[in-house]
């Protein structure tokens, strides 16, 4: 298994009942090997503060990220500037005796921010740099992506093509066509 490239690993024996609050920064390395990871064109800045707690083999982290990334425009290819701001709950627990191979890990729909550890440890930073990843715009756009999407013929719903040979027609019987009991048709 490879490691994580942003890991901060906390030994559960280190944690209590009572809050320890936590830091963590990705240095330059790190954040070039996020950005590879999820697609990015940069990771300028990630950095969390949480407060960790420990209930028996259960740690709970409660914490907020911040971040400085460019993602390419979905459209363009164009670098998009975005700042995160993302708050998160995660609960470690201990990874599960699994019986063969094929067995699954189902967790329920207030189960989805739990995440497995193994050795005695939890990865704080590898938990923020998932929490990034889901935090960041699927489909980022930069301000010229739609202009660049009406020159190759794609329109936004709800909108018509004013190209091809009945282009006007729209526009003609909207002008020529009474609206709403405003006269005739055949008058």
Known sequence: MIPPEFSRPVQIDTLGPAPRDL??????????????????QAVARLSADAALTRSGDTVRAKGKLAAAVTQSCVVTGAPVEAEVAETFHIEFRPQPEIGGSEEEIEL????????????????????????????????????????????VGVHKEGEEPRTGPLAGLKDLLDRNLPRNGEGDRDA
Request: net charge negative.
């Open 23 to 40: 830091s963590v920064e990705a240095n330059e390395d790190e954040r070039a090997s996020i950005a590879r990871r999820f697609g990015l």
């Open 108 to 151: 329920s729909e207030n189960e989805l921010d739990v995440v497995f550890y193994g050795s005695g440890a939890v990865d704080l930073g590898e938990a923020v740099a998932e929490s990034l990843s889901l935090a960041l715009d699927p489909y980022p756009r930069c301000p010229d992506a739609d202009a660049t999407l009406a020159q």
